[in-house]
């Protein structure tokens, strides 16, 4: 290997050409562009989860057999998402980036991960206090939060930190009223707009599209 071949430390070797480096770039600003347009494209999942919660809430508040809310509407949410994205794969192809899987992968994992904790609390009959709110909180903060790091979407990032500032604020108030409202307010606009914001940029994308093959 000659000198002009070894790495300098910087994670490129000498002899890559501003050409190859160009293209690089390129190459990642596709990539997190195609990540994005593939977070917008499922934007309705994101309002779908959110009315999901304000569903959950709505029945362990006001209507008998509190403790059947949370799995009942998660189980519908699942089974929705799961129906809604084999469609929508279908329509738009399978083929998808290394990003958008990545995306993928941490909302997959999310989702299990506070599934369970949800139901199991639910049926154990110790969903209260302040900590379940924010574990609540705190998790769908670090989703949207790892998303939009991968993305550089700064957007998302804002979400994230509606998800995170209710889930602090959620062990300064002591009144159950108070915890539902912080739930509620972050639901609505770290779930539901963001989810409205993401289906009109797809829908504008959409457009874009079919002008230019117009």
């Not at 574990?135 to 998800?163: C, D, E, K, P, Y």
Request: net charge positive; with cysteine; hydrophobic share 50%.
């Amino acid at each position: 290997m000659t000198n002009s071949e070894m790495d300098d430390g910087t994670g490129m070797d000498h002899g890559t050409t501003r050409d190859e480096l160009m293209q690089r770039v390129a190459l990642m600003e596709t990539m997190i562009a195609e990540g994005r347009r593939s977070t917008a494209r499922y934007g309705w999942v994101f309002l779908l989860w959110g009315l999901v919660y304000f569903a959950a809430m709505g029945w362990t508040l006001y209507l008998p057999l509190s403790n059947l809310a949370w799995p009942v509407c998660i189980t519908v949410g699942v089974v929705t998402s799961i129906v809604g994205k084999l469609r929508q794969k279908r329509q738009h192809g399978g083929s998808e980036s290394l990003r958008s899987r990545s995306i993928g992968a941490v909302w997959m994992a999310m989702g299990i991960v506070l599934t369970l904790f949800l139901v199991t609390a639910n049926v154990s009959h110790h969903f209260d206090g302040p900590g379940c709110f924010a574990v609540i909180l705190f998790f769908l903060g670090l989703a949207h939060g790892t998303s939009a790091m991968i993305l550089r979407w700064g957007m998302q990032g804002l979400v994230a930190v509606i998800w995170c500032a209710g889930g602090v604020a959620s062990f300064f108030f002591i009144r159950p009223s108070e915890w539902l409202v912080i739930f509620l307010v972050a639901t609505f606009f770290g779930q539901i707009l963001f989810g409205v914001y993401a289906m009109m940029l797809d829908r504008q994308r959409v457009a874009a599209s079919v002008q230019r093959h117009a």
